[in-house]
């Protein structure tokens, strides 16, 4: 079965910091852009990051700028996002995309995952 997992989510305090995983089930990441998004109850699903192939480039949603960093192993075949500084309003689930590029004003036409909840809280 084709698919991505996500790891990392879990419960974190206003200030702190959490990193997420993303790796493929049964292909490998390194012919994929990856994207990271984020759904909050209620809410539209939003961007975070995306980045590409070789990982020279990267973009960030204006609420995640300065705060989390997506990096990615091609030889480990996993992609990362790395948050500090987290917010309360940062809660959500989070989830990877892959398609070949970082499209603009488009959603990822290949692989999803389900998805890992990110809770901040005090």
């Known amino acids: 079965q084709l698919t991505l997992v996500e790891s990392g989510g879990g419960l974190v305090q206003p200030g702190g910091s959490l990193s997420l995983s993303c790796t493929a089930s049964?292909?490998?990441?390194?012919?994929?852009?990856i994207y990271w998004f984020r759904q909050a109850p209620g809410q539209e699903r939003e961007e975070v990051s995306c980045i590409s192939k070789s990982g020279d480039f990267r973009r960030y949603a204006e609420s995640a700028k300065d705060r989390f960093t997506t990096t990615r192993d091609n030889a480990g075949n996993m992609v990362y996002l790395h948050m500090d500084n987290l917010k309360p309003e940062d809660t959500a689930v989070y989830s990877c995309a892959a398609d070949f590029f970082c499209m603009a004003d488009e959603l990822p036409t290949g692989y999803w995952g389900q998805g890992t909840q990110v809770t901040v809280s005090s």
């Open positions: 049964g292909f490998t990441l390194d012919y994929y852009a």
